[in-house]
């Protein structure tokens, strides 16, 4: 079976998946970075967590082959391919306090962490994604500077469920910098058995 979800610019979805299933995320335009978050279906206090991932796998990058691991320290999902090869671990959803800190306009400003709770019906408090497509370059001297996406219409990454899961999916709501090459787009999710 294969579902596809549109998710327009500046908005979230709710997807449920289960163990084994692929999951393309696609960036139907380019240079759009994805929220991707996610909680086990089973309970909700099991979710992803970058912080374990990046321990996990002793790296602030993923590749093809990583898993992606829970706070729990559980396998959630397996990187099959990924056509951009850069994606972000460190950085929390955007945010209105984020939009008032940098740019005095968090007031009504979409945003990832209100975009992805709505979508996950919770009021989780600070969300780490997978920022996928995100390009943060990690300076010599431990700064980062955010870049434009390195992804080109149509770029994926696929991943694989490793436990029955809900996703809360954003695609990011910055215009504001390169964060997302200084425009908002709509992204597409595809789900395979
Ligand atoms: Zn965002």
Known sequence: MKREWMIDACSG???DVTEEQRITVVDLEGGQVVDFFAVSAKDTSEFLSTG???D???SL???VGDLVYSNLYRPMFQI???DVGEHDLLHPCCRKEMYDFFYQNGNGHPNCLDNINRALNERRTIVHPLNLFMHTKINGDGSITVARPLSKPGDTIVLKARMNLRLGVAAC????SDCNGGKCTPVKIIVED
Do not use: A, M, Q
Request: hydrophobic residues 30%.
């Open 13 to 15: 979805k709710c997807i």
């Open 52 to 54: 374990v991932t990046i």
């Open 56 to 58: 996990c796998n002793e």
């Open 61 to 63: 990058r993923l590749h």
């Open 80 to 82: 099959l391919s990924d």
């Open 173 to 176: 709501s910055v215009s504001e």
